[in-house]
């Protein structure tokens, strides 16, 4: 049994009620992306079942085993050569942030007769290494996900830049999901999952606190 996933959820519902918000009103997402199984394996046992993961082929390798008995979640950048594996292997994917994706997102998901839930990525930091949609795209991004290609928008991330006080990409990407009708929040990570609690957060993804620096 892990000390660190006893000690994560517990500051989860601690900064949950500091915000006014049900213990169990954010879900933890643990970020296995490079951990060897012997660091996963105490969280696993320990009870945690909803995991992040960057990569899909690297996902299939470390989850194949255990694959019925997770929610697993891409929070990586997918490319457009790679959908087909992502809507057969994931539950969630967090990284829809452009048009030629959705577009084959939505084929594939009516090929595959199989709909993973879908969260938009938002650049709230307009970093140009980072992946996601510009906030000033994201309303006609997202309506066009429901409109032109069928989505169902369940959720949106972000990323905030390193060297920021995230609160204020916390916030922003909060008020483009009530603005579009948008439920499910996911942002915060091991440094900043308080934080995000605070501004909102649904799902929270935390890695190095989890399981270690990889
Ligand atoms: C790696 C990663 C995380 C986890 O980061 P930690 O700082 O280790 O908690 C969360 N979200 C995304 C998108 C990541 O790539």
């Known amino acids: ?77 997918l490319q457009t050569n790679k959908a087909r594996d992502a809507v057969a292997f994931f539950d969630v994917i967090e990284t829809l942030d452009r048009e030629k994706l959705a577009r084959v997102l939505a084929d594939e998901i009516q090929a595959q007769g199989k709909a993973p839930r879908l969260y938009v990525q938002v650049n709230t930091g307009e ?3 980072k992946a996601g949609i510009i906030p000033a795209e994201a309303d006609a991004f997202v309506a066009a996900c429901r409109e032109t290609y069928g989505l169902n928008v369940e959720g949106l991330m972000c990323i905030p830049p390193a060297d920021e006080d995230p609160a204020p990409h916390f916030r922003m990407l909060a008020d483009i999901a009530a603005r579009n009708g948008v439920a499910k929040l996911s942002m915060g990570m091991s440094d900043d999952f308080e934080v995000a609690v605070a501004c909102g957060a649904t799902s929270v993804r935390v890695g190095s606190a989890l399981f270690g620096s990889r």
């Open 1 to 77: 049994m892990s000390e660190a996933l006893i000690s994560i959820r517990s500051r989860i519902a601690a900064a949950s009620l500091a915000a006014g918000r049900p213990a169990d009103a954010v879900q933890l997402v643990a970020v296995s992306k490079l951990q060897p199984w012997d660091h996963i394996a105490p969280v696993f046992d320990g009870g945690q079942r909803v995991f992040g993961e960057n990569r899909v082929q690297e996902a299939k390798e470390r989850w194949a085993q255990h694959r019925g008995q997770i929610e697993l979640r891409l929070i990586g950048p």
């Open 127 to 129: 970093e140009p290494q």
